[in-house]
């Protein structure tokens, strides 16, 4: 069974930073597109930053460039987003998502989600 979990979001004062997790269950994360998506209240969910590991492949949204990074750990089949720099427009709730391919953050063509933690950056 596939299970996405993630940890790691919080309360942080813009400019700060927080570190999500997503750990993996049911497949590897080396042979999935393994994305972060975020919803914040009254707008849609999009895609944040995306991972291909086994193709050395990474996305970022336009508005995180610079600020987030994303990488895997094989051995913890575990996913992370090390967001920087935050500001209080990234305030949403944060989703881990994974799909065997090829999709690379389409939200529509991710296929198992977790169910997602908050961050919340004050101004």
């Known amino acids: 069974e596939v299970q996405l979990v993630e940890s790691g979001g919080g309360l942080v004062q813009a400019g700060g930073s927080l570190r999500l997790s997503c750990a993996a269950s049911?497949?590897?994360?080396?042979?999935?597109?393994i994305g972060w998506f975020r919803q914040a209240p009254g707008k849609e969910r999009e895609g944040v930053s995306c991972i291909a590991n086994d193709a050395g492949a990474t996305y970022f949204a336009q508005s995180v460039k610079g600020r987030f990074a994303i990488s895997a750990d094989n051995a913890k089949n575990t996913v992370y987003l090390q967001m920087n720099s935050l500001k209080p427009e990234d305030t949403a709730v944060y989703y881990c998502a994974a799909d065997p391919g090829p999709a690379m953050c389409d939200v529509s063509g991710m296929t198992y989600w977790g169910k997602g933690t908050l961050v919340t950056v004050s101004s």
């Open positions: 049911g497949f590897m994360v080396d042979d999935y597109v």
